[in-house]
């Protein structure tokens, strides 16, 4: 499976942005996809993921009500919704696939199976 991410770019604070992530060369129905971030200097931070077994997205408390994670089963393509961008969102956003992940397993990069190569988001205050 390769993952291609884009959208990232530069925001002022309170602005809004979509990632995408594309994917080829699987099954993309029957793959849990999420999202990390990493800013510099700090270790990946899970973001969000939508779990194909059940259909449902999942958050980080760091994002809820501010980013939301959707995918198109047509398009292979999972999305990352970003509104009211902070400064602290500032990073390199990574998109990630996986198969049969139990739900406490999802925040776990060790847990996926596939990366994309991340695109950059950086928010000016």
């Known amino acids: 499976v390769q993952l291609q991410a884009s959208g990232g770019g530069l925001v002022q604070a309170g602005g809004s942005l979509r990632l995408s992530c594309s994917a080829s060369?699987?099954?993309?129905?029957?793959?849990?996809t999420g999202w990390f971030r990493q800013a510099p200097g700090k270790e990946r931070e899970f973001v969000a993921a939508?779990?194909?077994?059940?259909?449902?997205?999942y958050h980080a408390d760091s994002v809820k009500g501010r980013f939301s994670i959707s995918r198109d089963n047509t398009k292979n393509t999972v999305y990352l919704q970003m509104n009211n961008l902070k400064p602290e969102d500032t990073a390199v956003y990574y998109c990630?696939?996986?198969?049969?992940?139990?739900?406490?397993?999802?925040?776990?990069?060790?847990?996926?199976?596939?990366w994309g190569q991340g695109t950059l988001v950086t928010v000016s205050s």
């Open positions: 060369g699987g099954t993309f129905r029957r793959l849990t």
């Open positions: 990630a696939a996986g198969g049969r992940l139990i739900s406490s397993s999802l925040p776990n990069p060790a847990a996926y199976d596939y």
């Open positions: 939508f779990k194909w077994t059940d259909a449902s997205p």
